[in-house]
């Protein structure tokens, strides 16, 4: 049965990039491209960012099967820390500084339970 987990990293950006970037190559790591049909395949997940600290703070909330945790983690530290080139050749303008699991929000307890069941 899918649980659901969280992600989050900082990552240190260029003042004006593009903050929706990240999410998309989160995206790209686990379903292939950022622009799909749902389901995700591997882990159904939700991206936020926001401005922390000099950096970009981003949360990754996802779910899967307790055995695939792992294997979407390791997806998601590659793709944030630019080992992920976009479909167009674009490489990631930011460089990861801190990536950690982290717990489920009360806010976000909702949402995790949308995605358990997508």
């Known amino acids: 049965?899918?649980?659901?987990f969280v992600q989050e990293a900082v990552l240190l950006m260029e003042p004006h990039a593009d903050v929706q970037a990240p999410g998309a190559a989160v995206t790209i790591a686990l379903c292939g491209h950022w622009?799909?049909?749902?389901p995700?395949?591997?882990?159904?997940h939700y991206v936020s960012a926001a401005a922390a600290d000099g950096g970009l703070r981003v949360r990754i909330l996802f779910v899967?099967?307790?055995d695939k945790e792992g294997e979407v983690?390791?997806?998601i530290e590659q793709a944030l820390s630019g080992q992920l080139e976009f479909?167009?050749?674009?490489t990631t303008p930011w460089q990861l500084r801190a990536s950690w699991p982290s717990e489920i929000s009360a806010e976000e307890?909702?949402?995790?339970k949308l995605l358990i069941r997508s």
């Open 87 to 90: 479909p167009d050749g674009f």
């Open 1 to 4: 049965m899918r649980q659901a």
């Open 35 to 38: 622009d799909h049909e749902p």
């Open 64 to 66: 899967a099967e307790p």
């Open 73 to 75: 983690r390791h997806l």
């Open 109 to 112: 307890t909702g949402h995790a």
């Open 40 to 44: 995700c395949p591997l882990a159904p």
